[in-house]
């Protein structure tokens, strides 16, 4: 039974909340403990809830919407930090296939849609960030990426997907049920630990480097603020393949959390369309910014001033259009608001970082 939420426990459960916006925050600058770390809390926010006899009412709809949140970052952080081209675009194919599923399993309900759609991409950008923390990426094909993904995809993740989703398990449960859960997890775990140092380990490659958990430096001709606008200004164009991608990426990111908002009145395709103009707008606000040269050096200013213009834009909508069905309070606004401007500004500032890469690697 659900207790009423005491001052205590909402103060944990902000602090959970806040963490799972906060944290992956940091895995464009700390890839690997950056995303291992929102794994755990995704694995431990539920558990932390039970331990204080507190229940979130509809939580398992906010997680998977804060799940692809967390991914997005990954995402943009991918854009910024691989140098495999080729990764990239497995990573590209693997985030949004799952985007894509989570949206169809909030929309149906139908839990055998995340098991079609299973978070492949999770363990392939750990997988990648952990190579790359010792091995050079550059030296390992398309058709080596797709294998490793299919791997991941296969012997990971349906049935890790199987176990939360179709049979609904919980390795928490578990161990507190059965008595012999906890030795076996052990005994399992000092197993792969023996595999992995003494199969594993003594057929790796010599390292390439010590352990590097920051990204690689950008490239030197797209390393600076000034450079990623002039590079926009030359390259963007506000109806383009950026634009398009930065629509999908958002708009199904609010759908997502929209289905979650008990205050939203509207349908989904209200909030993909009022999501896409925004995106729209801020495209061309961005293309005019670049080319007059009034770059922001510092990403975090950059990400306000946007949110300063997309609340601007907000309010003389609503002054000159004509009112729908669709309707957001205050603070649903704001975070949507904030949730676009995030997006946007990362999306804008990294992505001309990948299309430096991909000219090199394609010359």
Same mark, same amino acid.
């Given at each position: 039974m659900m207790c009423p939420m005491d001052t205590g426990v909402a103060i944990v459960f902000v602090a959970v909340v806040g963490a799972r916006f906060l944290l992956p925050l940091t895995i464009p600058f700390f890839p690997l403990p950056g995303i291992v770390a929102c794994l755990v809390l995704d694995g431990v926010d539920q558990t932390i809830f039970q331990a204080f006899g507190y229940d979130p009412p509809g939580y398992q709809g906010y997680d998977k919407a804060m799940d692809v949140y967390y991914l997005a970052i990954a995402y943009l952080a991918m854009l910024?930090?691989?140098t495999s081209v080729a990764a990239v675009e497995v990573g590209f194919f693997l985030y949004f296939y799952r985007l894509i599923g989570v949206l169809l399993f909030e929309l149906t309900q139908a839990r055998a849609l995340l098991l079609v759609f299973p978070n492949t991409f999770e363990y392939f950008f750990i997988a990648y960030?952990?190579?790359?923390? %010792? *091995?050079?990426?550059?030296? =390992?094909? =398309?058709? *080596? *990426?797709i294998g490793a993904a299919a791997a991941i995809w296969v012997v990971v993740k349906l049935p890790q997907e199987w176990w939360i989703h179709i049979a609904q398990l919980d390795v928490t449960d578990l161990l507190i049920e059965y008595r012999w859960a906890p030795v076996l997890l052990f005994v399992l775990v000092l197993l792969l630990g023996a595999v992995l140092q003494l199969v594993v380990r003594p057929r790796l490659p010599r390292a390439d480097w010590d352990w590097r958990l920051r990204p690689?430096?950008?490239?030197?001709?797209?390393?600076?603020?000034?450079?990623?606008?002039?590079?926009?200004?030359?390259?963007? %164009?506000?109806?383009? *393949?950026?634009? =398009?991608?930065?629509?999908?990426?958002v708009g199904l990111l609010a759908v997502v959390f929209?289905?979650?908002?008990?205050?939203?009145?509207?349908?989904?395709?209200?909030?993909?369309?009022?999501?896409?103009v925004v995106v729209v707008l801020n495209a061309a606000v961005t293309?005019?910014?670049?080319r007059r040269g009034w770059t922001?050096?510092?990403?975090?200013?950059?990400?306000?001033?946007?949110?300063?213009?997309?609340?601007?834009?907000?309010?003389?909508?609503?002054?000159l259009l004509p009112g729908g069905e669709a309707r957001l309070d205050g603070y649903d606004t704001m975070f949507f608001l904030s949730l676009?401007?995030?997006?946007?500004? =990362?999306?804008?500032?990294?992505?001309?970082?990948?299309?430096?890469?991909?000219?090199?690697?394609?010359?």
């Open positions: 910024r930090n691989w960030e952990t190579l790359r923390a %010792r *091995w050079s990426p550059l030296a =390992l094909a =398309l058709s *080596w *990426w690689e430096p950008l490239p030197e001709e797209i390393d600076e603020a000034h450079e990623q606008a002039a590079w926009r200004a030359e390259h963007d %164009r506000v109806l383009s *393949w950026a634009t =398009l991608e930065k629509v999908v990426l929209g289905q979650q908002l008990p205050d939203f009145t509207g349908t989904s395709t209200d909030l993909f369309i009022g999501t896409a293309l005019v910014v670049a922001t050096v510092s990403l975090s200013a950059a990400f306000v001033v946007r949110l300063l213009v997309n609340v601007v834009l907000v309010l003389v909508a609503d002054e676009i401007s995030l997006i946007t500004t =990362l999306h804008d500032r990294w992505r001309p970082v990948h299309q430096v890469r991909a000219a090199v690697a394609a010359a």
